[in-house]
């Protein structure tokens, strides 16, 4: 459990009462009746008040700790579990195709080209390995700025420390990140990036 | 076009099922002189140490880039002639403008087939 956060929102009854301390100390300042807009300020400020409130119990009822210490590193292991079996099947897809190369340089002619063909293509489809590794590397990373950001939220309703983070700068940009760095972003989806035709009309272009 | 088979040719990638996919591949084009390294540092290392043909490099490699590897490359006296091609998953234009103002050969979006490969080593090595 997070620092500033107790279970079933315990710590929240006080927020309530301060709430309503806060509204009855703006009420005593003011003498004589209320005007409308005055009036309809005060239920409002109530009304937000208490919306915070409720907020601050709905995420301490969400068991962040559960999120950020089961949920989230059991889902990157087991993204990382996918990748380790593929790559162990496109292995093995690849010692086959050797041993079938073997054999098409044994038998030769016609068979040899058919099997060679058919060789080739599978070499071609596994590629697939390296395309949707990359992709489960993007999914974790995103499941990691989704946990960060889960304890930045909770952090920043749980108490003074959370104020402090609030106010913080953003994290300085890597002074050591050359532009291949920057630019790694990995596979796109279909139809996001740019086909091959494209690239080589492009590479034609600079000649 | 006729591609001299003795070139000795370097390929880089991460991914070692992608650098034995590739030699396969190579292997198929008769190319057997292929050295592999796993990142852009390892094959810069290869590189000065050795006398490669022809780069075939992937783009999304730790320590070192593929585009920072070809970057040093070019800025190598020895080494900046050396046709260097990008199979990579990056397929976004700005990449491509990157590689080619870094004096990419050529460039490669993965998944490829092994006719565009072969194409491209004609087409890098009848302009080397």
Known sequence: ?207 | MLMDKNTSVLIVDDYKTMLRIIRNLLKQLDFENVEEATDGAEALAKMRAGNFGLVISDWNMAPMTGLDLLKEVRADARLKSTPFIMITAESKTENVVAAKAAGVSNYIVKPFNAETLRGKIEKVMANA
Do not use: W
């Open chain 1, 1 to 207: 459990m997070p620092d500033g956060i107790a279970p079933n929102g315990a710590d929240l009854a006080p927020e309530g009462q301060r709430i309503e301390s806060a509204v009855r100390a703006v009420l005593g300042t003011m003498s004589g009746d209320l005007s409308v807009v005055e009036a309809s300020l005060l239920a409002e400020l109530e009304g937000l008040g208490r919306t915070v409130a409720r907020a601050k119990q709905e995420i301490a009822s969400l068991r962040v700790d559960d999120i950020t210490l089961s949920h989230i590193p059991s889902a990157t292991d087991e993204l990382d579990a996918i990748v380790g079996h593929t790559a162990q099947a496109t292995n093995e897809i690849l010692d086959v195709c050797e041993t079938l190369e073997g054999v098409a340089t044994r038998v030769g002619g016609v068979e040899a080209d058919a099997l060679a063909t058919a060789v080739t293509r599978i070499y071609e489809a596994c590629s697939f390995q390296d395309i949707t590794g990359q992709r489960i590397g993007k999914v974790v990373t995103a499941l990691k700025a989704i946990e960060a950001r889960v304890d930045q939220v909770v952090s920043r309703f749980g108490g003074a420390a959370g104020a402090a983070e609030q106010h913080a700068p953003p994290a300085p940009a890597d002074p050591d990140e050359t532009e291949g760095r920057r630019l790694a972003n990995g596979p796109q989806l279909p139809g996001a990036g740019v086909s091959q035709a494209d690239i080589d009309k492009l590479m034609a272009d600079f000649d």
